[in-house]
């Protein structure tokens, strides 16, 4: 096998508690419309053809992730998550079984609804030859910089909104991943860690529908993503 054709892997971060959204469970074991978060997320990257698939959960709750992931396709197996998002990831890293030139894939268990096209946009962008790859959507909302007592406003033409999966090869991620946790650097996703690395970011077109789930608002704008798909 070959790294043009080397397989496409995924780790699902659903390791958090998610406090803002203000539920009596993981964030990722919400419900939306009947189905948890996490499934939500893993059938997303399966329908885009993801081989493997490895979910971070929270320490004690194996048995409530079994029963959500249960009946799934694909290979999808959990791991117990760390104290941070990046210890979860490389700790989910660690725990796939693909070749070391597979693709690997990071998602956010809260990014439930993203569109199969999006995930295999980033997969593409990576077998081309890209370092990293994540997709980004325009940031449509007026954005001001604040400076000490002032404030000032920022030019959102060149500003990226940074959604997941966020991709590279899987050697290259795990190395990325040993190099911050061994120099202590604190990073917030998968790209940050990457450029530490030295290596170059590739942006390729994210979706909307991918949004984060993370305030109780958020469900109410995802059940209606959802019904505008039963409609198409």
Known sequence: MTSSDAPAVAVVVAAGSGSRLGAAVPKALVELDGVTLVRRAVDALTDAGIDEIVVTIPEGLAGEFAVALAGADGRVASVVGGATRQDSVRLGLAALTAPADAIVLVHDAARSLVPADTVRGVVAAVRDGADCVIPVIPVVDSVRRVTGPGNEVVDRA????????????????????????????????????????????????????????????????ARAILEQRRQS
Request: aromatic fraction near 2%; proline fraction near 5%.
């Open 158 to 221: 060149d500003l990226r909104a940074v959604q997941t999966p966020q991709a590279a090869r899987l050697r290259v991620l795990r190395d990325a991943h040993d190099l911050v946790a061994r120099d202590g650097v604190d990073v917030t996703d998968d790209a940050t860690v990457c450029e530490y690395a030295g290596l170059s970011v590739t942006l390729v077109p994210g979706h909307r529908d991918a949004l984060k789930i993370t305030e109780p608002i958020d469900l109410v704008l």
